[in-house]
């Protein structure tokens, strides 16, 4: 019964009440200075999604029927970050030669992907909790879209702060963190959202 | 002269150039475990390990790194130098090892590892590279020491585990959960740019 | 012949370079975990026996030394479960599995005699969030089961009083939930495992 609801409570948790972002403090570095606009954010909040939802189950293939076999789960650090370096290369490659509007709009933002350690996070979580393929491709998509509304919010707030008046040494990073801060306490409320039993 | 040129080096990074203050860099992998004193230790030691000996590395081939690899070199090194520390710790530190999980991993992506390397050790000798590296480390070292001795004092009334508040102190639960941490880090970027950064601006 | 220096050193060299890099740290990487395997897989089997030991509430010195020392003398291993004795009596200690909130959370449950008093609770592994649900591992929150029956009910932390309540963990109400689930299972677990019924 449980086994069957994971991918589910997986799912619904990873973009609420464990935001990868505003409960595991992955990805902040880009966070921090990217939700200045509402445009970038959007652009590379969806690079998100997809390097994440891609890359987390092939992360799972590679450690499955690569390392594990062989003993060498403890090599998976370089692995993963090579497949994720590979694979953001290949589709940034593909994008630029078959549309241009995509790339210009998506394109431009994953190689800053890359060095995005919620990316790599995400995969590690998942071979910590032993998750199956299926799941952790629903714990990829998860935390991509839960990375992707922390920074729209962010932006949203960020350009209506444009208006106030902050103080000077918090402007920037210092306002932005305390933001954070409010947004996470918020995420937190929805902890009591889904019953699961 | 020389000797002038690596003081520079070790002292920037730990006070106008400090990489945590300044360029925000570098977050991700720690402040999530700054809820406790001893995990962060831990934490910065090994960052502190890995972009000293990273930027130490990278200097040395400087010369000979092709341009279009070369952020898949630098990766490839401070992997190595990290899973060094992985494997370090679940055998010699099989709880601590425990309670870091996947963090000491995302030591690879710590944005200073990557950033000094980039900006310092290509260009300079490997010595005043390691210098570099470790200041950078003690510079990151010290703010995540800072914020994590507030919120664990705060949140549970004791340091490196040890009760130092009596019973009549109300634990801040929000200080050790994920709020506490953005609050902290706030909250001290703000007194250090009120104070340190004004007078170093007027200096 | 300029053409093939070119080639040579644009995509050969590259490549050979990456190679030997990749070679070299593999070599690193590779010997240290060979030279630490034994003492990791120690490690590990520590672990287990020391949570057994807690489970059972006897006391040990915490160095693996102390851990196997006091295991191998107290400590009987039977099908599926241990059992421990001693000057108070039989004790039952049984591994049990169940969901958390992110992935299984794995325990053992010390018993008295009659598999309904529980001698202690000790955590194997789980994957909660840190610094919340992951605080089932801190010792306030084990050592409260000890001497308590079944079914257990959850109140606000620090209001305990009685029997059978215990503190939840604040922040943490769905790890809570799940490990109150899993440790009032174990009774019947226990008559299963031992008994056969």
Known sequence: MHDALLPLSVFFASIFTSNILLTNYLGTCSFLSVSKEMKTSLGLGVAVIFVMATTTPLNWLVYEYLLLPFGLEYLRFIVFIIVIAAFVQLTEMAIERYSEPLYQSLGIFLPLITVNCAILGVSLFMVIREYSFFTSFVFGLGSGIGWFVAIIAMAGIRVKLKNAKVVPALEGPGITLIIAGFMAMAFMGFSGMIAVS | MAKNKVRKTFLEPLGKNNPVFVQILGICSTLAVTNKLQNTMVMTLGVLFTTALSSWTISLMRNHIPSRIRMMVETMVIATFVIIVDIVLKAFYPEMWKQLGPYVGLIITNCIVMGRVEAFALQNKPMLSLVDGLASGLGYAYVLLAIAFVRELLGTGSLWGYRILGSWWTNWSIMIMPPGGFFVLAILIWIIRETIMKEASHA | ?197
């Open chain 3, 1 to 197: 012949m300029s053409v093939q220096k070119t080639f040579y050193k644009d995509r050969i060299y590259p490549l050979l370079f990456m190679f030997l890099i990749t070679f070299f740290c593999i070599l690193l990487t590779a010997g240290i975990h060979l030279a630490t395997q034994d003492r990791a897989n120690a490690n590990e089997l520590s672990f287990t026996r020391k949570a057994v030991l807690d489970a059972a509430g006897i006391t040990y010195v915490n160095t693996t030394a102390g851990i196997e020392e006091a295991y191998l003398k107290r400590v009987e291993e039977a099908d599926g479960y241990f059992t421990t004795s001693g000057s108070d009596g039989k004790r039952f200690i049984i591994p049990l599995e169940g969901p958390g909130l992110w992935g299984t959370i794995s325990i053992m449950v010390g018993f008295e005699e009659d598999l309904q008093t529980f001698t202690g609770v000790a955590i194997v592994s789980q994957n909660e969030t840190p610094g919340l649900g992951a605080r089932i591992e801190e010792p306030w929150f084990t050592d409260q089961f000890r001497g308590k029956r079944p079914p257990f009910t959850l109140v606000e932390e620090g209001t305990a009083t009685a029997s059978n309540e215990v503190d939840a963990i604040t922040g943490a109400t769905r790890t809570s939930e799940y490990f109150r689930n899993l440790a009032n299972q174990a009774a019947d677990a226990a008559k299963r495992i031992v008994r056969g019924e």
